[in-house]
């Protein structure tokens, strides 16, 4: 086991006491009658409790220290549980597994009983909340800031093999790690006019009056770091009406308007990402940016002003990080607070904002580079189009300067698209107004200087840096994997949790016979726990001794999930033709979900459903293939995933995929990859050694020469026999009652476009899996290339991805938090009528 704090028999006595008191006090219980929530909020305030005096101190010292604060705007922080992670990273887990254990209390039931926080889609939340782990733990003064999103992404069901969405009631249990801070409030304003004026100096101001006005309400979460003082802050902004009930309205009748206020207010952060096919879904979602945006932004200019009284190095001492383009409009809003309100001439406050963002590019896919309506920005937000129109009449003279004749340029990159309707393209913006541009991965960062942002690369070629994204070691390894960890902490110590470069240490291992057998130990009975854990939601029965090939992370065409599809159909016809043919057993395992207005993701999630079906009950197959998808993919349940894998799938079209992170979390808990020359899956390569990595499919310079041919997808149909009698199978209804119909919009986008390019990688990726099946029959070799991918999998922890973010970006230091206050102030202590230092 991990170390842990040192606990004697005392403290025990008091941790029992501290449980019956939030029992009591605090949950209104008594243990006759409690509930196992109950426990649960009891238990997590006791630890929070525990948590304070590092929280207290770690935001003192940022007051005090005047250090540069890192604030990471995400619209995603997808934490995952608290409860266990805090445990691990304060060191008291054995202690708490005690005085529950000796209090009649099963801690790993109550840990379970822990709902998810659903406030992320996928990768880009995940990795915002492994950066505010990795923050805290190399003691970067930090605030996250996001959404306290009421309904966080949907609970996953099946109807018939059809995704079903669910609302996500995170809050219902209650939040025991969270502070409102309703003194703290900020105003938000949004429609409304825009006024010019002249003072009597003759400075002309614009003065913006919105039409409706609601109040933005800070949530604290703290972040503790892995055994150390640093407790940093997220903090989640709720949206309240100024008004919530109006007896005017009410007391005529009126009773929807006595609280319509309320409601349009709140509906802000009702649901994460509303759908934004419908008109007013993409209004939902422009107030949902702003409003975080702007209260982040109030919030940072309140604590300076506090400090300093005025704004002149704002940028000095605050680093603010876009994560993606969802808080772009915090260019325009920084602009209008320091030029509309604190009275800034225009190049002075376009100098401290472009000094204080720097922007994360997290995607090549140009439909995902998000853009606004010239006409709704407009109506929502006057004063910021006007802002932005300025930004631009300014960037674009300045090119013009540069590059005079070439008006081509000019359109290129001006922030708003004149073709058709006009949009103002948001990854532009934050481009322009960022001081740094970083990629995610080696490969991710060249094809945005190459293609994607190829003339800001031009304009400013020292700006565009790469980064390549990480996971924390502490919940995927630590946390997920606790066998794996006690391993390898008893083989070489335990520094390489925050130090994953250590890992090499355990390369010598990997030849010796008995370090693998506890490894292959290890991973079996990880495999057990995830068969159990899947019999038990789906019902479906697994192998453990089976290859457990695993894909899990959001459906979407370009990850791919129907050419891993298109191989268990070859191998199930394989099968059909020959029931004696000698295959590796395989347990196909898919997870992830599907965005709600994504028709075709919908539709594959429906056929590997279908798929599954077929192939489970299929009586020639006996067991030696099974498909299960496994519901409600998410972070506490991809705890049970990632250690369980043997293969990983990696398989999305090369040039498509930004970085990934999943492919880091697989390989860290000693799955072997399968993947194209994509995203992170390079850099694995490169690090892991080819031989320890199952390559197949075309380069992105091939992609781009067949498209450059014309590709046509219907050719290598017809050529390829096992191709065309995969797809022949789906068409014909084998899958779907008989329906021929009902795959058939999945059937024509192959054979007639191919975006992805599905069909040309097939039969490669199917010669890739013949030699996987071959390698998992030597067991030794396998197990040896299982360490030898831990070993090596240094370079993708995030601590290393956010000491780089602090060199090449931020220019932070490592601050560490003294203890000061240790416990309660004594009595008789004095307190100020204001705070002398900010309050956070």
Known sequence: MLKQMEIDGQAIEK??????????????????????????LAVSYTLRDRMQALFINTVAAMAEKKSRIVCYLSAEFLLGPHLLNNLINLGLYDAFARATRETGLDLQQIIEHEE???????????????????????????????????????????????????????????????????????????GGQTATFADQEGRV???????????????????????????????????EAPKSFDFDDFNVGDYFGSVAEKIQAENITKVLYPNDQPFQGKVLRLRQQYFF??????????????????????????????????PAIAVPELMRLLVDVHGYEWDRAWSITSGTFAYTNHTLLPEALETWSVDLLGQL?????EIILEINRRFLDSVRSQYPDDEDLIRRVSIIDEKGERWVRMAHLACIGSHKINGVAALHTELLKQHTLADF???????????????????????????????????????????????????????????RERWQAIKHDNKIRLARILRERTGIVLDPASLFDVQVKRIHEYKRQHLNLLHIITLYNRLKRDPGLDL????????????????????????????????????????????????????????????????????????????GTGNMKFAMNGALTIGTLDGANVEIREQVGPENFFLFGMRVDEVEALWAAGYRPRSIYEANEELRAAIDLIADGRFSGGDRQMFRPLIDSLLEHDPFLVLADYQAYLDCQQQVGAMFRNQEQWCR????????????????????????????????????????????IVFPKRPATPRF
């Open 457 to 515: 690369h031009r304009l400013w070629p020292e700006k565009l840096v790469n980064v390549t994204n990480g996971v924390t070691p502490r919940r995927w390894m630590a946390l997920s994997n606790p066998g794996l960890t006690e391993l390898i902490a008893s083989a070489i110590g335990e520094q390489w949790i925050t130090d994953l470069h250590r890992l090499h240490e355990l390369e010598p291992l990997a030849n010796g016979p008995a370090f």
């Open 293 to 326: 945006v702007s209260a982040s932004l109030q919030d940072m200019v309140r604590l300076h002003r506090m400090q300093y009284g005025n704004l002149d190095d704002f940028h000095q001492h605050f680093a603010v990080q876009l994560n993606d383009t969802h």
């Open 584 to 659: 590796t057993p395989r347990s196909f395992i898919f997870g992830g979900k599907a965005a709600p207005g994504y028709f075709m993701a919908k539709l594959i999630i429906k056929l590997i459903n279908s798929v599954a079906e077929a192939v489970n009950n299929d009586p020639d197959i006996d067991g030696r293939l099974r498909v299960a998808f496994f519901p409600d993919f998410n972070v506490k349940n991809a705890h049970a995933i990632y250690p369980a894998a043997d293969l990983s799938e990696q398989i999305s079209t090369a040039g498509k995929e930004a970085s």
């Open 205 to 239: 101001h614009v003065c913006w009056t919105p039409s409706s006005v609601v109040k933005g309400i800070p949530y604290d979460t703290p972040i503790p770091g892995y055994r150390v003082n640093t407790v940093n802050i997220l903090r989640l902004w709720s949206a």
């Open 15 to 40: 941790l029992k006491r501290a449980f019956a008191y939030k029992l009591f006090f605090q949950q209104g219980s008594l243990p006759i009658s409690a509930s196992l929530n109950d426990y649960y």
């Open 116 to 190: 998810e926080p659903g406030l992320g889609n996928g990768g880009l939340g995940r990795l915002a909340a492994c950066y505010l782990d990795s923050m805290a733990t190399l003691e970067i003064p930090a605030i996250g800031y996001g959404i306290r999103y009421e309904f966080g992404m949907f609970d996953q069901a099946f109807e018939q093999g059809w995704q079903k969405e669910l609302s996500d009631r995170w809050l219902l249990p209650g939040n025991p790690w969270e502070f409102k801070k309703s003194d703290l409030a900020v105003e938000v304003g949004f």
């Open 381 to 385: 937000l006057p004063r910021h189009l």
């Open 785 to 828: 290339m299982s360490i030898l991918n831990v070993s090596r999998m240094g370079l993708f922890s995030s601590d290393r991805s956010i000491a780089e973010y602090c060199e090449k970006i931020w220019q932070v230091q490592r601050s560490p938090v003294a203890l000061k206050w240790e416990r309660l102030p004594s009595q008789g």
